[in-house]
């Protein structure tokens, strides 16, 4: 099964992540996800102060910026800048929780990666996310799941295999969804700047002249004296 037979507006997909900065392969995993799961309604979510990363190398504001010049040609992507409007650490569970009382009972869709998914018992109230969306964990070739203890026994008790299902509820079931495997990170792109290389062809060209416009993620000049 590719998904749902229509498109269902009622349904909302959120793709979360820092996005510092976002690149192809992010973009190639949204849509990827938004086509196999039918969404008409799907959303890309940049993190504000993420609670379990270190700190980014753009700021809240130009990693918005940056997102939001990558997807201005694809009107079937959204951003939501709520966790970057609400300010603090950024919490899921605290953004499901505002879109569900703005969404009433339509379905909704949280795309996470397998390393995340992996680590989802290291997520702030993390057991309450089943409550509020169902989760779609995308997964490469490389990845595996290496769930654990009561993360195991939690996701293997909900997982689903037809997308259809995702539809029936509001919330609480597990989805796997294999995506295209694009050796892309933000960590070697901003490795590769720093080190005066060009990411061409591994981001949009109109995230790379504003990295280069704002001066992002270069080294700084040695200090002379």
Known sequence: ??????????????????????????LRAALESRERLGLADFRLLPAGTPALRPPTGATALQRLAMLRL?????????????????????????????????????????????????????????KSLFGLAHLVIMHRPDSTAAWKGELKEIMESRLVEGVDLLYQQPAGRVFSLAVTQLAISSTGIREQL????????????????????????????????
């Open 194 to 225: 720093s080190s005066g290389r060009s990411p061409r062809f591994l981001l949009p060209d109109k995230v790379i002249d504003y990295i280069q416009e704002n001066q992002l993620y270069f080294a700084a000049p040695a200090v002379k004296g």
């Open 70 to 126: 990558a997807v201005s040609d694809y009107p079937e992507f959204s951003v939501d800048d709520r966790e970057i409007r609400r300010g603090g650490r950024s919490y899921m569970v605290d953004t499901l929780r505002e879109i569900r009382e703005e969404s009433g009972d339509a379905p909704l869709i949280l795309m996470i990666g397998q390393d995340a998914a992996n680590a989802l018992d290291r997520w702030h109230q993390w």
């Open 1 to 26: 099964m590719n998904g749902p037979s229509t498109s269902t507006p009622s349904a909302i997909g959120l793709f979360g992540g820092t996005f510092d900065p976002v690149h192809y392969g992010h």
